[in-house]
């Protein structure tokens, strides 16, 4: 049996250099027993020589090298053993990473993603606390209990959007250093290490109350998108209780209001009671969304989804394109439409003459749904309630994009879009008034045009698509009729 110690938690480079040796040596993953740092008391830092051979290591796919790195910022002690066999068997065969449904790689793909959403959650819960010094000097400090080693991944993020400040990120493992021009790590701290209180914080009290919804908090609880171990760092978690009081008893009194009104009245009282949805509307620009929806965990697509696919484009553009949802490629490129339906919307939309820097381009469902068959991942459609899940992210880019027109590509988007089941043979070539003035085309989904068999129907259909998009093409050329832009 052969031991390799590892100094750091998560550190890449180390494993993969203690990794090599193994393999150069010709150790078998079954013969190596992987440890990390203050998993066997007294050996934090051990150093057993590795065994030294000369067998040639092959070099492994990029996407392997990719998913191991964000896969060693997992808790499981297994991480290492785990990574340790899958290289091996990519030495014996390249494409090991390509069979969807093996148990190393659902378990590697599994570490990588439960990695990136505490990433993600990390991005949306830390609350930094102020420090004045004795000079006035401000900086700013903030707690956090990861489920995984992520904070040198999440820390760069905090950098960029906070790169004025002087800040630290403490957490159990390690602590985040910024001087407003480098990132630095220490030792890991505990939740005394940051103050308790500071005029920040009153500030994202006052915030907090002003957004308050309590329908928002038991959907985000059941969604879990604010789990409540989170609260203990939130600093507007003790306005819970009390706001939630406050509610309940707005809510008896408008009850009582509304059971002593007419029926009709009550009617419209409840269709403008504020949805859940809108008390989420926290995000304000495109940017705060695209990074936001990263976090999101509305419908359960997130979970096998390498990343969600938010939209592209000009921030106003006039014409936003909607598809169903993203497809293999742009899974794993972050980027919508980049596939092969991508190429011929793409074709379909230079050659009527729509004039790209006028485009917008996103899905109704941000995420991935697929079926792994073998090395490859079907296309699922999504069902009702994630189209709804998901109008959420759709709503808030149509509204901060306020396209003039907007295109339906396939019936999942028309759904979205008009709230209910849609047949694009019915309602294509006709402009739809929409109620916030906004022109809504349908047509198919150019995916659909790639999967016609018989080439002639195949190029009717291509012309009738062309023919949807030069209708788009004049309503955009007509003046606005609303100055939205
Ligand atoms: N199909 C879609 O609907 N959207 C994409 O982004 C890619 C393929």
Redesign the pocket.
Known sequence: MQAAYLRALNDFDEWRVAARGLLRAGCSPEDVVWHEPGADSGLFGSSQALPEGERPVKAVPPSFIAMAQTAVNHADPERFSLLYRLLWRLQADRNALDVASDPDVVRLTRMASAVRRDSHKMKAFVRFKAIVDDSGLERFAAWFEPDHYTLEITAPFFARRFDGMIWAIVTPYRSAYWDGESLAFGDGGSKSDVPEDDAVEDDWKTYFSAIFNPARLKVAMMKSEMPVKYWRNLPEAELIAPLVRGAREAEQQMIERIASQPPSRHLKQQARAPHADEAMGEVSTLAEARAAVQACQRCPLYEHATQA?FGEGPERAEVMFV?????D??DLSG????????KVLDAAIEKVGIDRSRVY????VKHFKFEPRGKRRIHQSPDGGEIQACKFWLDREIALVKPRVIVA??A??ARSILGKAATISKLRGVPINLPDGTVLFVTN???YLLRIPDRQKQEIESVKFEADLMLVREAIERPALRNSH
């Open positions: 696919v598809g169903e949802q993203p497809g490629q742009e980027q919508p439409f980049v596939g092969p339906a991508g381009v996103t899905n109704a590509l396939g999942t988007a989904h150019p995916a």
